[in-house]
């Protein structure tokens, strides 16, 4: 008997169009709901059964400054460029304020935080006594003597001698700089505040007063890239020879400035390279680095010392940690329960300044989609150890996850063999998209990119 010929990968979706790519969590945002907030309440109010073991969860804190210079024609995130300093300053209280109240929780309980991440936003768009003085407050509510990572991201426009010393002073480990591009017209044509010049000073002095890791940002497929200035701001970046490269792949959610234009045009198509180019610019890039010693640690980054490089926030988040996380649309797991802080600016400050948790939305995901989410978030790596599953789940995931497994290898994107489960260079350049495959049912929307 003949077998049956191999399941093609379904066909790629050549243009971009209006709509989010990027798997951050699961169950998805969209599952997340109010009626699921007295269950969050009632989370925080538990003291983890193992808060004094040395293999407990680890708890991190991610901090959201959503205040920016000018907002990116292709930012999706929870941003101002319209707030004055009275209202920078009653959004920090409002932090210090919301901190105070998980610091007196039972699920905190005295925890120290592993590691700190200050997102945005623009989080270097504060002045260095703002910086100062909250992470003074935050340090005085939970103690940083055990923090191993702290990162920073930061646009290099805002970034001056004296305010690039005073990040560092406050014990910043990680700078991520947003650089994006190096061509001028590049950044200006896609709304970016910061130009090549502030890009090179930044990085310079960063180096000089030595930080311990410098990350920089690209975005393959802006509006109006070409292959030359591609390959051009590629040569750019490794001549830098910055610790760590993040490349994303322009997408094009609704709430940007790029959607309301195509919108207003009555355009379904994104004025951005399609996906095959961007895949293939990706590619040019982890290829271009490689040549001069860099290691591809996910479908998203390339480091030049995988043996000194670490992103201990992304493991956190990959690995199931606590993430407190506080300011406005801000999101974090704590004790079992996923959450989302209000996503408007005024009901959150109003909510904590009446002494109430900003909490907009929630949700307590059951033991299968834990299992499924740090699987799949896992996978973005390029790998899973089979026997780290089977150690904290109590299953194997090659069981688990058969029949999906089963499609990626007929799609010929799987590499199995040994412990590890991995995914091929041309699987983890579309990543995102495969990991669909991975999603209960109920929580597909039919979308691939």
């Not at 900003?358 to 059951?366: D, M, Q, T």
Request: include cysteine; charged fraction near 25%.
């Amino acid at each position: 008997m003949s077998s049956a010929p191999p399941q093609a990968a379904p066909p790629l979706r050549h243009e971009t169009t209006a709509g989010n790519y990027f798997v951050a969590n699961y169950p998805p945002f969209a599952f997340w709901k109010p009626e699921f907030i007295p269950q969050f309440e009632a989370a925080l109010n538990r003291v983890p059964p193992t808060l004094n073991n040395p293999t407990s969860t680890p708890l991190g804190l991610y901090t959201h400054i959503p205040f920016c210079r000018k907002r990116c024609h292709f930012c999706y995130f929870k941003v101002y460029t319209d707030k004055d300093s009275s209202e920078v300053r009653g959004y920090l209280d409002a932090l210090l304020k919301e901190l105070t109240v998980y610091a007196g929780k039972p699920v905190i309980g005295g925890r120290k935080p592993k590691f700190v991440y200050f997102g945005g936003g623009t989080p270097s768009y504060l002045s260095p006594d703002q910086l100062k003085f909250l992470t003074d407050g935050m340090k005085r509510l939970l103690s940083w003597d055990e923090v191993e990572e702290v990162t920073f991201e930061a646009e290099p426009g805002t970034l001056t001698d004296h305010k690039l010393q005073a990040i560092r002073d406050l014990g910043v480990t990680r700078l991520s700089l947003g650089i994006e591009h190096f061509d001028d017209h590049i950044l200006e044509i896609n709304g970016r505040a910061h130009r090549s010049k502030e890009i090179a000073r930044a990085y310079a002095f960063a180096r000089d007063i030595g930080f311990p890791q410098i990350n920089i940002d690209l975005i393959a497929g802006m509006v109006e890239e070409t292959e030359d200035k591609w390959r051009e701001t590629v040569a750019k970046a490794v001549a830098l020879q910055p610790d760590s490269v993040t490349i994303y792949q322009m997408e094009v959610p609704y709430n940007t400035g790029i959607y309301q234009q195509m919108k207003a045009g009555g355009k379904l198509v994104a004025p951005v390279a399609d996906w095959e180019t961007k895949r293939a610019w990706v590619d040019y890039a982890y290829r271009e680095f490689e040549k001069v010693g860099y290691t591809v640690t996910s479908g998203t980054t390339v480091v030049r010392d995988p043996a000194k490089v670490k992103f201990i926030y992304r493991e956190g988040l990959f690995t199931g940690a606590d993430i407190l996380s506080i300011g406005v649309a801000s999101f974090g797991h704590l004790s079992g329960v996923h959450y989302q802080n209000h996503h408007e600016f005024q009901p959150y400050v109003d909510a904590v300044n009446a002494g109430k948790l900003p909490v907009y939305r929630a949700l307590i995901p059951s033991a299968d989609e834990r299992y499924i989410r740090e699987f799949m978030l896992q996978l973005k790596l390029g790998s899973v150890s089979t026997e780290k599953f089977k150690a904290k789940f109590g299953s194997d995931p090659r069981e688990h996850f058969a029949k999906p497994l089963a499609t990626l290898k007929e799609w010929g994107f799987l590499t199995n063999g040994g412990d590890q489960i991995g995914i091929t260079r041309e699987g983890l350049l579309q990543i995102d998209r495969l990991l669909h495959e991975f999603f209960k049912p109920e929580h597909k929307t039919g979308r691939y990119a």
